[in-house]
């Protein structure tokens, strides 16, 4: 049994390519648990930001309407993920299809992730209990593990996302311009990555030049 933690945020496009493929990857390979993770990437980028000032700000004790903070990105991802902690508690197949309609709502069809109604819409479309729904999304336990998560994050050295774990393998980024559209080389890439990964681990970066 393979055990796989990912970390990621709905604001990252490398995140919607790396969550696609690993659900993929759940779904088929019966030996392979995926446990998904969520990081704020609007919480690592205020600490950046103000860590010699001495303020405080957590994305999980804002209200829904809070305001963006300043940066590249004016996009907002609590709502997000507190409707993807209650789609979870409904179990691994819902919550596969309410998180990737969430990266789709957003990077495909550019929809406003942090609006309730169109949380609200994915929810009916991928299956949901909606009141059960609304009830987990708007729970103390909902913050408390966006709380967690992130934190545990952090303390393995998680600087974005996505970032995966295998078993006890070193907290390793992964960026992916795209997923292959053959299905057996997904699965051949899943596994290249899984080797490198807890085999290879004096191999510490490989950097395209066209990524600069």
Request: glycine share 4%.
């Amino acid at each position: 049994m393979t055990t796989i933690t990912l970390y990621y945020d709905y604001l990252c496009p490398f995140a919607y390519r790396a969550v696609q493929l690993f659900t993929e990857i759940e779904q088929t390979r019966p030996k392979i648990t995926v446990d998904w993770r969520f990081l704020s990437l609007e919480q690592i980028n205020y600490d950046l930001r103000n860590r010699d000032d001495g303020e405080s700000w957590h994305i999980w004790a804002q209200n829904l309407d809070y305001a963006p903070l300043r940066g590249r990105s004016r996009q907002r991802s609590l709502a997000a993920f507190l409707a993807s902690y209650a789609a979870s508690v409904q179990g691994p197949e819902v919550f596969a299809r309410f998180r990737l309609a969430v990266f789709s709502a957003h990077h495909d069809d550019e929809r406003d992730m942090s609006d309730p109604g169109t949380l609200l819409d994915i929810g009916r479309r991928a299956g949901l209990d909606l009141n059960a729904f609304q009830a987990h999304w708007r729970s103390a336990e909902a913050r408390n593990r966006l709380r967690l998560d992130h934190e545990q994050g952090r303390s393995i050295q998680a600087f974005g996302v996505p970032t995966i774990v295998i078993n006890d393998s070193e907290a390793t980024y992964l960026r992916l311009t795209s997923n292959p559209s053959d299905a057996a080389e997904r699965q051949s890439l899943f596994d290249y990555l899984v080797h490198t990964i807890v085999q290879r681990p004096y191999l510490q970066e490989l950097k395209r030049a066209s990524a600069q």
